[in-house]
Nanobody, 126 residues
Framework: QVRLVESGGGSVQAGGSLRLSCTHS????????VTWFRQAPGQEREGVAS????????IYADSVKGRFTVSQDNVKKEVYLQMNNLQPEDSAMYSC???????????????????WGQGTQVSVSS
């Protein structure tokens, strides 16, 4: 059973930074795809950033390009989301999701993922 656990959320002021971590149990699944999603109350879930554990270019939503960076540490079995220049509109519950197969053509779509973490809250004040 794949397990995903997010951490690192919190409250920051606009312009601040946070780094989220997704600790996973994807041992041996070198082609697995991990994506960060977020959802604010009353809004649809949004795919934010996607990375393949096997390497390759990360994919970002337009809303976070240039501010967020997704990366991984295969030894620690963690995927990170470095979030800089946070804005109030970035406030949401952030979750990581995984699929055992390689990243799909549209990796920021939630339907492509089988495994989900519980999420970590990010709040940005103006």
């Amino acid at each position: 059973q794949v397990r995903l656990v997010e951490s690192g959320g919190g409250s920051v002021q606009a312009g601040g930074s946070l780094r989220l971590s997704c600790t996973h149990s994807l041992y041996g699944y070198i082609s697995a795809c991990v994506t960060w999603f977020r959802q604010a109350p009353g809004q649809e879930r949004e795919g934010v950033a996607s990375i393949s554990l096997g390497g390759g270019a990360a994919i970002y939503a337009d809303s976070v390009k240039g501010r967020f960076t997704v990366s991984q540490d295969n030894v620690k079995k963690e995927v990170y989301l470095q979030m800089n220049n946070l804005q109030p509109e970035d406030s949401a519950m952030y979750s990581c999701a995984a699929r055992l197969k390689s990243c799909p053509y549209s990796p920021l779509q939630g339907y492509a993922y089988t495994y989900w973490g519980q999420g970590t809250q990010v709040s940005v004040s103006s």
